[in-house]
């Protein structure tokens, strides 16, 4: 089975004159253990596709499955919990909580899903030292780099081993030596753990190193492979 399926998604915002078509009838079939970008320039669709896949959007037609899931018609609590248990996030801005040193960061997913306290240091303390951050655990996000907060991003996002990471524009924010390291890291992780990466970029480095490219323009795949 695939892990994400799309067919037919369309995406319209507005009405009447002032409607704009985000996206236009996007089919999309990707297995377990993709790396994969979805490139294009800005307003081609690629966020809407990245929030349409995680929930965080709503399609306007089409149909959306997510690790076996139909997301079409579920509650938004429904979707909170899909997002909870089987999605992970990087996004452009980091978006760690400020107040929280690393670790807590890190491990702030594990805490929402219950997981005991010595099982949340163990997975917590092993995804830190796995994305080089030995020693930086204490550390608040103000005391760590871009690239450090970024890799506590992805600690965070792939710690409670979700079925699918979706990392919307990683590397925008890190000058080009640091996203490559950055990216070089994701894809050790997906190698070594078998962890599906779904990008949004137009950062080539970014496409250099994914294993399949999702070319969109105007809301439409215009190439993939």
Partial sequence: ??????????KEYGTGEIMVHALRGVDL????????????PSGSGKSTLLNIISGLDTMTTGTCHVDGEDLTGMTAKQLSDLRLKKI??????????????AYENAEYVL???GVPAKERRERTMELLSLVGLD???????RELSGGQQQ??????AIVAEPALVLADE??????????????DLMADLNSRKGVTFIFSTHDH???ERSHEIIRLRDGLVVDEG
Wanted: hydrophobic share 55%.
């Fill in 1 to 10: 089975m695939a892990l994400v399926e799309l067919k037919q998604i369309r």
């Fill in 111 to 113: 805490m929402l899903q």
């Fill in 151 to 156: 890799r506590v991003a992805v600690a965070r």
């Fill in 29 to 40: 079939t990707l297995e377990r253990g993709a790396f994969v970008a979805v490139a294009g």
């Fill in 135 to 141: 020693g930086m655990e204490n550390r608040f996000p």
């Fill in 88 to 101: 992970g996030f990087v996004f452009q801005a980091y978006n760690l909580l400020p107040v929280l040193t």
């Fill in 205 to 207: 480095s970014v496409m």
């Fill in 170 to 183: 990683p590397t925008a924010n890190l000058d080009s030596a640091t996203g490559g390291a950055l990216m």
